[in-house]
């Protein structure tokens, strides 16, 4: 299995990033995916989840509004719309696969797979 984030990079405040998460070697339709954020010295934290076919999300306080999850199973993509980034969602970000369907966890245990992850820096 892999998951390969793209589409980090340095953003001023304010501005936007489109992330993407390109799955393999796993039936990605049949997979829960979330994102999830990491910044040196904190533990990896919450971000976004989307159920199997999209239809239904979970968003962590700090991303409601701002930030859309979405998935094209088609591509076997995952992708995080951010929007009006601020300083603090300087992070590291990861994307995630869990196999249990109908639970939109916002904690680590329940996913199976992780990528690498990628960097994310809003300049003040």
């Known amino acids: 299995v892999q998951l390969v984030e793209s589409g980090g990079g340095l953003v001023q405040t304010g501005g936007s990033l489109r992330l993407s998460c390109a799955a393999s070697?796993?039936?990605?339709?049949?997979?829960?995916m979330g994102w999830f954020r990491q910044t040196p010295g904190k533990e990896r934290e919450f971000v976004a989840a989307?159920?199997?076919?999209?239809?239904?999300?979970n968003y962590a306080d700090s991303a409601k509004v701002r930030f859309t999850v979405s998935r094209d199973n088609a591509k076997n993509t995952l992708y995080l719309q951010m929007n009006s980034l601020k300083p603090e969602d300087t992070a590291v970000y990861y994307c995630?696969?869990?196999?249990?369907?109908?639970?939109?966890?916002?904690?680590?245990?329940?996913?199976?797979?992780w990528g690498q992850g990628t960097q994310v820096t809003v300049s003040s």
């Open positions: 995630a696969a869990s196999r249990i369907v109908g639970e939109l966890a916002a904690s680590q245990g329940p996913y199976d797979y």
């Open positions: 070697g796993l039936t990605f339709g049949s997979y829960t």
């Open positions: 989307v159920s199997w076919r999209g239809g239904s999300t």
